[in-house]
């Protein structure tokens, strides 16, 4: 697993950005398959939450990460600020999960 730190704070505690490295984002598309979703979803939910719509939103954000990580590392980042999850709607079924952030360099403080 990479060192790259990610966080939606401006900085990091005990540390300096030393240098900007630019806008980073990973992206992940979640594609449901209506039939077994429908299925899935009448035995799922519970409360008003579905538990397997929840994962696979879940597995998209890791991926999404997975994705901002790669980004940051070619650009021999060890950390991401500022970093924000943004979700949408691309088509019936299919959900959109973006990260993005900052890649910057620290140094200790």
């Given at each position: 697993m990479s060192?790259?730190?990610i966080t939606t704070?401006?900085?990091?505690?005990?540390?300096?950005?030393?240098?900007?490295?630019?806008?980073v984002s990973g992206e992940a598309v979640i594609g449901a398959n209506v039939v077994s979703d429908i299925a899935a979803?009448?035995?799922?939910?519970?409360?008003?939450?579905?538990?397997?719509?929840?994962?696979?939103?879940?597995?998209?954000?890791?991926?999404?990460?997975?994705?901002l990580r790669a980004d940051a590392e070619e650009l021999d980042a060890d950390a991401v600020v500022g970093a924000s999850f943004d979700y949408e709607e691309m088509a019936e079924g299919m959900l959109w999960v973006n990260l993005s952030g900052t890649a910057v360099r620290t140094r200790s403080e």
């Amino acid at each position: 697993m990479s060192d790259v730190i990610i966080t939606t704070t401006d900085g990091l505690d005990g540390r300096d950005v030393s240098e900007y490295l630019g806008v980073v984002s990973g992206e992940a598309v979640i594609g449901a398959n209506v039939v077994s979703d429908i299925a899935a979803g009448i035995r799922d939910v519970v409360g008003g939450r579905s538990g397997s719509y929840e994962k696979k939103i879940e597995s998209g954000r890791e991926e999404a990460i997975k994705d901002l990580r790669a980004d940051a590392e070619e650009l021999d980042a060890d950390a991401v600020v500022g970093a924000s999850f943004d979700y949408e709607e691309m088509a019936e079924g299919m959900l959109w999960v973006n990260l993005s952030g900052t890649a910057v360099r620290t140094r200790s403080e």
